[in-house]
């Protein structure tokens, strides 16, 4: 079983940046690709960047290319994602998610986190 938590979240004027962080514990997690999604009200869930078990292929959405960066650290089981010039459409739930290899689709991962709510004002 894996167990995944998100913390980082809070409210951030637009403009600003935040890192969210997702610990993951259970056998052999590092070995697992990792992804973060987002949800907004009102939306469908949404994948926003993610990356390989060794940190080889990492993937970004275009809606937050050049602006998210998704890293890992495998020694701590820990996956981030670092957020800079936030608008306010980012403004959602993140959620952290693994798999066995890397996706952009949502319905093929297992083991989610319990989210962490980014909100950015205007």
């Known amino acids: 079983q894996v167990q995944l938590v998100e913390s980082g979240g809070g409210l951030v004027q637009a403009g600003g940046s935040l890192r969210l962080s997702c610990a993951a514990s259970g056998r052999t997690v590092s070995s697992y690709a990792m992804a973060w999604f987002r949800q907004a009200p009102g939306k469908e869930r949404e994948f926003v960047a993610g990356?390989?078990?060794?940190?080889?292929?990492?993937v970004h959405a275009d809606s937050v290319k050049g602006r998210f960066t998704i890293s890992r650290d495998n020694a701590k089981n820990t996956v981030y994602l670092q957020m800079n010039s936030l608008k306010p459409e980012d403004t959602a739930v993140y959620y952290c998610?693994?798999?066995?290899?890397?996706?952009?689709?949502?319905?093929?991962?297992?083991?989610w986190g319990q989210g962490t709510q980014v909100t950015v004002s205007s």
């Open positions: 998610a693994v798999r066995e290899s890397l996706s952009t689709t949502q319905s093929q991962y297992k083991y």
């Open positions: 990356i390989s078990w060794n940190g080889g292929t990492r």
